[in-house]
């Protein structure tokens, strides 16, 4: 099947297999290995990105009904991923780094849906992502961090 | 680039990342029956075609002193006459890609004839053996110290109770996996591991190789927990698959497979009496702690009882103890480490008993901790040497807590406990400096401990040399000859020492070259030094942590502050201190709250990393982290640390649970039916 998805502001076109999910045609297709598979139950939020700007489980999502969105992954250059990605590693955000991408993506979206997101806000909206590794809170730190930032950078430009 | 910058723009290089140009995918073909006999097996690669055992004599166990077991209960790769856990690997098939890969799988064919399973401890004491050709199901006996009769000790009150850990598995977030690629004679295997040499040894071994023949190398390694320092079939197979198909092979384990066939940790059980003063001096110990071993003599199982046992007295001077150790086969996979891999489980059993005695003579828990404690050194009676006063530790430990302050306000629990490290026999770092560039190898292998940050640390001290010059290395056994592996809180004092001392060495080089030493000097030069640094002492520390939760009306828990007190030695990195610390306490709170595999009838029960219990972010409780440095005598003065949080929190958790439900904690999981209130 013949599918056209647009990932990071490039277009792809390829001929998939149908049952593909978006995960593997990332991964496999497009080799853009930074989204991870960390189970294969939807519960791990590993494989987390946009699509049309809303955060969701590429691993629940078929590469077909990706056909004609827009996919923004961790590779995505946007300016204000960085800044998350730079809160990430000043707040020491991870450890073995499997969980980081996704949970970056997903901060990226709880972060543009909502200015003032706070603990309990933040909190609610990490639960489908996972992390072994820091207990969380440095990830929470990471956040709180983006989203000051991120406040600091709109003041300024206004 | 610090690693942290790869990984935060999607830049790791893990297993499932790597890709060879004719690569095969394998899947596994693994049992649906806790146990059955197995008449035939069709297509795929099955034991018809390879017939051999899997092991590796190096591993977490060995670097804590275990030895070899008996054959009967060493695993096949492939299954041969019957499969003994669900998940066990009977058959392997290899695809162009991974849906091909998995649709192959509806090729094998096996014929079963289900058998009657072992699901508990309690099942393989009691039920028939497991394996044809033994007589009962126990792997492993020992008795520890020496037996006396009650009679002839002096006591007051006697106490007896009965604890369990429910298994768990240890779910990094990144699964197994593995690429063996064979070529011009050579295997060349990469693998997401805490020990590039372990699992060298046991290809070596498993497959009959010649050690110049087998090149191991590190894929970055998204957590492990343990549960990546043992070695595995999966490993065989596709090293055999590629030696026979002439291709690359790579295996990713499912999440679902992990649930069933990595090895799990915990899973202990112990009967524990003790006899005591009415001052709360305990005066004597009885005990007998049984270990989920699982099917088959593979990961740690039949050391992990004694190493349990030997531990169970804790920090407290008590004058006779006597306990037996049992290891029990079940239809379960083959138990193996998870983070603490027998601490946690030795200091819930003791210090759930030091609750109890508090209890019935009405006594604070910390009064009756502290008249156990030791004012001198001493070792136990079941052979772990403690090699300062613990009392006075515990003393400072309360104080700097404020522990009788918050204890009358909250429901404090606390727990008093050692930390030993596997540091034995030592480790190994290299550095090598070329072009500017300072590279370092350790002998364990980081998987998301974040050892780049301490390496820095110590090289940015003792040779004054920038951070962003120097990268820590995946492990590599071509750049390392010798090597242990990174496991048991060793890290920091067995590679943390080598990196040291040829820290000094190259310092000490560019002194007898140049006649000085400046660090541009050292980068100007070509320098390339290796070291094994043996440690073949116990580098044991004492801790302490207080924990507070509360209860709302409909019973929900909420854990509030979380305190430490540890005994760190020197600390090569706060960063990585706080790191290691948090993500272990809520790993204790998650045994606590909801962590485990659960059987029945063979079958497991826990469907999911969500069933299994793994918490999400609303777990965090207020944190309070204080340390002492006491160095340790190794080389850097380092003291163990990754394991103390998941040794004191189910501990102290418990207690400040059970002191807002009024009903005693015996399990962890925690279940409230079958309820003994607390008096
Ligand atoms: S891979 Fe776990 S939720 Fe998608
Ligand atoms: S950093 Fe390892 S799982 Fe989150």
Redesign the interface.
Known sequence: MMVNIDVNGKEYKKDI?P??LLV?FL??EL???????????S??G?CTVLMDGKSIKSCTVLAVQANNHKIT???SDDPKLDVI??A??DE?G????????GM?MQTFYILENNENADEEY???N???????????????DSIKKAEEKMKGEISVSK | M???????????R?I??I?FDNMLYMSVYRSQYGRAKISNVTGGLNANDFNAYYKSSSGEMASLGAKDNKNVYLEHVFATDYVNYQGQPIAAVFGK???ESEDLLNEVKVDYTPLKAISSIDEALNGEPVHTGTENNILASHELGKDFNENDIDYDIALEDEFFNERIVP?????RGCIAYYKDNMLYFYVSTQSVQSVKTGLIESLKLKGDSVVVIQA????A?GVKGSFYPEYVMAAYASMKYKKPVKW?E???EHLMAAYPGRGAKAKIKIYAKNNGKITGVKGEVYVDAGAYDAGTGSFASRFIAFQLTGPYNIENAYVKAISLVTNKAPMGPYRGAGRPEAAFFMERMIDLLADKLKMDIADVRLINASEKPFKSPLGLEIKEATRPFLENALKEVNYREVSKKEKAGIAFFVLIPASRPGESARVIINHGKIKVYLGGNV????HEIFVKNILENELKIRRDFITLENGDTTMIEKGVGSWGSRSAIAGGSALLYVAREIKNEVIKKYGEYSPEKLLSGNFDKYKFIEIDYSVNSINFNMITSSMDKNGEITVDKWYSYYDLGNVLSE?NV??QI??????GIGQVFSESLRYSEGQLMT????DAG?L?????PE?HIKWIENPSEAPNGAKGLGEAPTIGTPVALVRSIELNTAIRIRKTPIEFNNSILLE
């Open positions: 297999e049952r593909m593997s991964r496999d080799n853009l290995t930074g989204t991870h598979i960390g189970c294969d139950t519960n791990c590993a992954t961790i590779e990605k730079q990430y590693v020491n991870l450890q073995c780094g499997f969980c980081t991408p970056i933040i909190k609610k990490l639960r489908g992502n996972l992390c072994r590794c820091t207990g969380y809170k440095s990830i929470l | 610090d690693y942290r910058n790869r990984y935060v723009n999607g830049k790791g893990y499932d990342d890709v890609t991974r849906y779910n990094p977030m990144e699964t970055d390694t998204g957590g927990f990713i499912t999440r679902t998987h998301g401990q974040g960063m706080r790191a948090i993500g272990g306490a809520i790993e469907q999911s990393i969500a793994i999400p972010a609303n777990h965090i944190y």
